[in-house]
């Protein structure tokens, strides 16, 4: 075995949505916290100890269940808007992680809290490592999509932060441009393998095209619209859940979306659901302004399907390997009707996994995560 991997660590990730995916209570979950699920399932199966900081109130068997520790954060309630993070926030951060007393500190997704994560893990001396969630997060994009004041304190959390890990090639150059010094690493998403349905669904079983995701602005709901309203002879299916406070875009895009008669709505759908209606599509379309590294792809991928993409197409996953299309609206009528008029399934459906298991099994990616935070830089 691995040298690296011999030596047991303690790894704590910071995330505020674990609860939703370990209950499945219908709350829209994101990529970032699936990401860091199954980060800490590799983790935890190779022997590691892992535990997830989230809100107070969450019941601790609900970690014990999984083989992770629940590590109670803050009240997200509690204390004067605008204040609190200063006062009771911050306090109630460092007791929490200070008492798990963690090798590695691991945070996603841009905000105050990755600012936040990087000065506690500077007070108490241990290492903090970001995981990209986005593109937008290592371009001028991000600035132009929150606050000024959210945009420095997560600026001033990426410099003080020893280690990154970045989803794709993109945004590895990015950052090592930046931060020449700073030790950046580029990982893949893990998925767990084992939950594929084993077996594959034949063409004349597939009878519409699947939108998987959260409803919301830069998932590009108004680009579906139209691709809709222009192929009236093609059957979509989409899934997903409205956010709190989404933009008025996306809700107007979804009023018409409701309104098509070639469009069916299924709701929030659990994990497994997932799979299931990935199993009966002809393919996954994506049509994303900007991504890290879609879940949703690896969920296709595992059942089966291919997927279409509209330019979304991380470390040439769908050019180079073969794994869908990537396309644009303009031309995307073609691949609905040559991409599918003969598709092989059977033979895609194996492709598809063996690809899956060689770069992306959740034991795989979690120990080449440990080997990088082990090995000395530059790596």
Known sequence: MNEFVERKKRYLFIDFDIHNLLTANGRPVGGSCLRQYYFGLGLREQGHEVGYLTHMGIDSALGEKSGFTIVPGFDPIWGIRCLRWLYYRFPRLIYAVRGYNPDYVI?????????????????????????????????????????????????WGLWNCPVIVCQNQ????????????????????????????????????????????????????????????????????????????????????????????NVNFTGYLSRSEVFELLARAKALLNTS??????????????????????GIDPNSLLSRHEMGFVTTEAEIGKVFIDGFTSFDYESFHWKALEYLRKNHDHRLIARKLCEFLESPYPV
């Open 170 to 261: 993109y945004q590895a150059e990015c950052l090592r441009k930046r931060f020449p010094e700073k030790k950046i690493g580029l990982l893949p998403n893990p998925i767990q393998i084992s939950e594929t349905i084993s077996k594959h669904n034949p063409a004349e079983h597939r009878s519409f095209f699947a939108w998987v995701g959260n409803f919301r602005s830069i998932k590009n709901l108004q680009r579906l619209l139209r691709i809709v309203k222009k192929h009236q002879d093609v059957h979509f299916v989409v899934a997903g859940k409205r956010i709190e406070n989404s933009d008025s875009m996306t809700d107007s895009a979804l009023r018409d979306l409701e309104k098509c008669r």
């Open 289 to 310: 302004d900007a991504e890290g590294f879609p879940n949703t792809y690896l969920e296709a991928l595992l059942a089966g399907t291919p997927v279409i993409s509209l």
């Open 107 to 155: 945070q996603t997704s841009s905000g105050n809290i990755t600012g936040l994560i990087a000065m506690i893990c500077k007070i108490l001396s241990i290492t903090f490592v970001h995981l990209i969630a986005s593109d937008i997060d290592v371009d001028h994009r991000l600035k132009q999509k929150t606050s000024r004041f959210q945009y420095q304190v997560y600026r």
